[in-house]
């Protein structure tokens, strides 16, 4: 047997015990470092170090070696090179049962290193920041990390290899409880991850440099080609949690991250159950709704169930946009997912408690709105930071179909009056035009074919009628109607695909709607404006369509 080649333990060898007597640290996420440290201090572990990871140590008063002592050479090229050395991969590498190996590294004076404890650089983190120099991007592209990494996964039957700061606490009991000793079950767990570490690593900086269309001076910020589709798409993104079960129970589930450390699937759950598959789509659907609205300008509610907004609102204040998005239905709002796109403070807090709701996911929760919020121990509470972390790079969504996937462009084009085609005689008035703008907004988030009827009143938008994925769009405009609890007497609707026969629009007026925003491009285009004109309503053309189709 090659037993130089990466393979599974044998069953003879399965609960081999092997001591840790040497740990090289040399991490970029510094979580439970020093906690960890001391774990294997209290082991008599010798510990070699590289860098920051060396100085926060040292500040912890632990006693360490630079990696410089272990190789006698000095970390050079600006920390580009310091563990690249014979001296420590041959302690990592060398097999201890393998008597040639043992022989090589006595005659070099390599000392054995028995854990290499490493994270690598926030490449990803680096590469979706807005702005991001090009050469910060290249900067952040580990070598010796991986290379040790990749080194101690391969020798696992030797050595634990630990990238995942939430192994710290187990390892550490495990060697508490054998005396300084790892079983083999437990590095070739580790050595598994690794690998799957550097793979995902890897194509994090395949994807990035892939759409950089040229290298940029020193300083200069990195340009993306945003026109390109990727040759290849990889998706290897690592396992966060495992989920109670997916759309239905009979479905396992779990979420993966991207590494960018962006979007719902990054965010900080402050309290609550765990979150399910259907919280997280929904509190998905919800955050990209009420992103559409500046923050700076107006508090924006979404009240979401099955990733359909129910109500959706804003409003001067975050307690005022709620009462407004509740309104438009109440019933339905019972058991839903609440997006905000302000701070939540103690008033709205004070108000949402009175619902039963699944999730709340906002930029931020004072004190007094979290003291709240505690008494509803199920509620779950996510922060989410604002930023959307784009690098000049368009969002893109994968869908997967039997055989494959689909990728395209996030629908995140945003329409102004000034891009909008009045195609009726009769012209919007100020008030239709601002309730347009808002209709629109929301109809982009409502499952096809979709109508949405809202109003403009005291500065704020607010829906009355939503009428989601219908079969046709005369049924969708019936339907939002009937579901409309607010009077329907003078709101604007919206249709995220074009009236292709005037009935859907004749449905929109007689239920009390005195404007329309459509994208328009019907060959009946002709028709359906001759009945808007009959019907003495506004219409202005979008040129764009939303279609939503899951």
């Given amino acids: 047997m090659n037993t130089e080649s990466v393979c599974p333990p044998s069953p003879e060898s399965t609960s081999g015990l092997r001591r840790v007597r040497r740990a090289l640290l040399s991490v970029t996420d510094k979580t439970g470092l020093v906690e960890f440290a001391r774990a294997l201090a209290a082991q008599g572990v010798d510990l070699v170090s590289t860098g920051g990871t060396a100085r926060a ?10 990696i410089s002592d272990l190789t006698g050479f000095p970390e050079m090229l600006d920390g580009r090179v310091k563990t690249l050395h014979p001296k420590v991969h041959g302690g990592i590498l060398h097999i201890r049962g393998n008597a040639e190996h043992m022989a090589a590294v006595q005659e070099h004076a390599i000392e054995p290193i028995d854990m290499v404890v490493v994270n690598l650089y926030a490449f990803e983190k680096t590469a979706n920041k807005p702005g ?6 290249i900067e952040n592209i580990d070598i010796g990390g991986p290379s040790m990494v990749r080194s101690a996964a391969k020798n696992f039957e030797d050595v634990a290899i630990v990238t995942s700061v939430a192994d710290y606490a187990g390892i550490a009991e495990e060697l508490a409880a054998n005396a300084g000793s790892l079983g083999m079950a437990t590095r070739w767990r580790l050595a598994k991850a690794a690998f799957a570490v550097t793979a995902a690593y890897d194509a ?5 440099l892939e759409s ?3 290298p940029a001076a020193h300083g200069e910020p990195a340009v993306f080609d945003v026109e390109s589709l990727p040759q290849t798409v990889r998706v290897i993104d690592p396992l966060k949690t495992v989920l109670r079960y997916g759309e239905n129970p009979h479905q396992r589930a779990a979420l993966y991250v991207d590494g960018s450390d962006c979007g719902v699937a990054a ?15 929904d509190l998905d659907a919800c955050w990209e709704l009420v992103s559409e609205f500046d923050a700076s300008k107006d508090a924006a509610v979404a009240i979401i169930k099955h990733t359909n907004p129910c109500g959706a609102a804003t409003g001067e204040t975050v307690l005022d946009a709620y009462r407004r998005a509740l309104d438009a239905d109440p019933i339905s709002a019972f058991g839903s997912v609440i997006g905000i796109n302000r701070t939540v ?5 004070n108000e949402i408690a009175k619902l039963f709701v699944e999730a709340i996911i906002a930029p931020s929760f004072t004190p007094e709105a979290v003291a709240r919020f505690a008494a509803k121990k199920n509620l779950r509470l996510l922060e989410i930071a604002p930023s959307l972390c784009k690098n000049g790079r368009p969002e893109r969504t994968l869908k997967q179909v039997s055989g494959g996937f689909l990728m395209q462009d996030a629908d995140k084009i945003h329409i102004a009056e000034s891009d909008l085609k009045v195609a009726s005689d009769r012209q919007p008035t100020a008030e239709e035009m601002r309730a347009l703008l808002f209709a629109w907004s929301v109809c982009k988030h409502v499952k096809s074919n979709a109508i949405v009827y809202a109003r403009f009143d005291e500065g704020h938008g607010q829906t009355v009628g939503i009428g989601a994925g219908q079969m046709s769009r005369v049924d969708a405009a019936r339907f939002g109607a009937m579901k409309a609890i607010l009077p329907l007497a003078g709101t604007v609707a919206a249709s995220d695909a074009y009236f292709p026969f005037a009935d859907g629009l004749e449905v929109v007026a007689n239920a009390g709607a005195t404007a329309v925003i459509q994208p328009g491009g019907s060959v009946r285009d002709p028709e359906v404006i001759e009945a808007a004109n009959r019907l003495g309503i506004a219409m202005v053309f979008t040129g764009v369509r939303h279609f939503r189709h899951g």
């Fill in 267 to 281: 965010a900080k759950q402050l309290q609550g159950k765990e979150l399910s598959y259907n919280n997280i789509v």
């Fill in 132 to 137: 991001a120099a090009f050469s910060d991007i």
């Fill in 345 to 349: 403070d103690a008033d709205a807090a």
């Fill in 57 to 66: 140590l040292r500040e912890a008063s632990l006693n360490i070696r630079d």
């Fill in 212 to 214: 950089i269309e040229a």
């Fill in 204 to 208: 994090g900086i395949a994807t990035a």
